[in-house]
């Protein structure tokens, strides 16, 4: 059964997107720990990070690297959190989170953004991608 970012990367079900190429794809986290709460994800379905060919793993973190520069680009924060926790989807993902102090970090603390403003969102670090 596809997990639900194939289901996103195929187009089945609607994202935010801020890049994609031909092998990766990044989009707003819908339930983010912080404005610009971004997730990093390989096209190919594949469950652990350290299952992924070794290639593929660093073209991730380079994908993942330039979003990051993006992200710092157009949101003010002190830097930029990664995060590789992958339990609650079984499809390898790069959080990527605009931090200022630890909490930003903590999967506990969440905000609250409607369609809109992360559309607006997307929109301007897409600008600066």
């Known amino acids: 059964m596809a997990s639900i970012f194939t289901k996103i990367i195929e187009g089945e079900i609607p994202c935010h997107k801020i890049a994609e190429d031909h092998k990766f794809i990044a989009f707003l986290d819908i339930n983010p720990n912080a404005k610009g709460h971004t997730l990093c994800v390989p096209k190919d379905e594949v469950d652990k990070l350290f299952d992924l060919g070794e290639q593929d793993?660093?073209?991730l973190l380079q994908f993942s690297r330039n979003v990051a520069k993006a992200l710092e680009r157009t949101?003010?924060?002190?830097?930029?959190?990664?995060?590789?926790?992958?339990?609650?989807?079984?499809?390898?993902?790069?959080h990527l989170i605009p931090i200022n102090d630890m909490k930003d970090m903590s999967f506990q603390h969440k905000i609250s953004m409607?369609?809109?403003e992360m559309a607006d969102l997307a929109e301007d670090i897409r600008k600066n991608f």
């Open 57 to 59: 793993y660093l073209q």
């Open 114 to 116: 409607d369609q809109d």
């Open 75 to 94: 949101i003010p924060c002190n830097r930029i959190g990664l995060s590789v926790i992958g339990l609650e989807v079984p499809h390898v993902h790069v």
